[in-house]
């Protein structure tokens, strides 16, 4: 069965530290997103990606973060500068179709900045 | 107002029993309403659509939509052990290509 991967599971790294979150979705999927959820909150959305340009972005997706696609399969989350309020797990998801609740989410990445 | 709105619980419910989890929304023009499971230290998996008002049933998940009272909700018969974990409200926000997640509603099924 067809599954949206993402590396690293667990990352720690120093406050002011530059993340790259990796992601592949499935290959037939063109709509990708990334949410974040701190733990014991709710699934928040930060970022939808479709034919190489941010569809929408939430407040939450500031100057501090960005996505690429650099090749046909990945799909990147970078966050430049990170503080300890970036602690989350992070999840990215991709679905067939644009405006569709019906994603495919990965097992996610948590993100642990001291 | 929060866009999309569900009592955390927890909700405690015995095996075999309907387990019944409700959400309120806000946008008044959204027209796609989801359900999703997330197991303790997983990702949220889909389990139900809605998109007309009425009842949408898919084996033993029924889910129900509302759209003037602004109101789904999702029902579970013969609640399983296996059921136990945080049911997640998610909406479409209408105009914008996001899906909106409630804070979800831990469910624990007792054997």
């Known amino acids: 069965e067809p599954e949206v991967t993402q590396t690293p599971s667990h990352q720690v790294t120093q406050m002011g530290q530059e993340v790259i979150l990796r992601c592949v979705p499935i290959?037939?999927?063109?709509?990708f997103y990334w949410y974040r959820q701190i733990l014991g909150q709710k699934v928040e959305f930060l970022v939808s990606f479709y034919n190489n340009e941010i569809s929408e972005k939430s407040e939450i997706f500031d100057d501090q973060f960005s996505v690429e696609r650099p090749d046909g399969s990945n799909f990147t989350l970078k966050i430049r500068s990170t503080k300890l309020e970036d602690s989350a797990m992070y999840f990215c998801?991709?679905?067939?179709?644009?405006?569709?609740?019906?994603?495919?989410f990965g097992e996610g990445s948590r993100l642990t900045v001291l | 107002q929060k866009e999309v709105e569900q009592n955390s619980g927890p909700l405690s419910v015995p095996e075999g029993a309907i387990a019944s989890l409700n959400c309120t929304y806000s946008d008044r023009v959204s027209q796609s309403f989801f359900w999703y499971r997330q197991y303790s230290g997983k990702s949220p998996e889909l389990i139900m659509s809605?998109?007309?008002?009425g009842d949408k049933e898919d084996g033993r998940f029924t889910a129900q939509l509302n759209k003037a009272s602004q109101y789904v909700s999702l029902l579970i018969r013969d609640s399983q052990p296996s059921d136990s974990a945080t049911y997640l409200c998610?909406?479409?926000?209408?105009?914008?290509?996001?899906?909106?997640f409630g804070q979800g509603t831990r469910l624990t099924i007792n054997p």
């Open positions: 290959s037939n999927h063109l709509y």
């Open positions: 809605i998109y007309s008002n």
């Open positions: 998801a991709s679905s067939v179709l644009a405006a569709t609740g019906e994603l495919f």
């Open positions: 998610a909406v479409i926000i209408q105009g914008a290509q996001k899906l909106v």
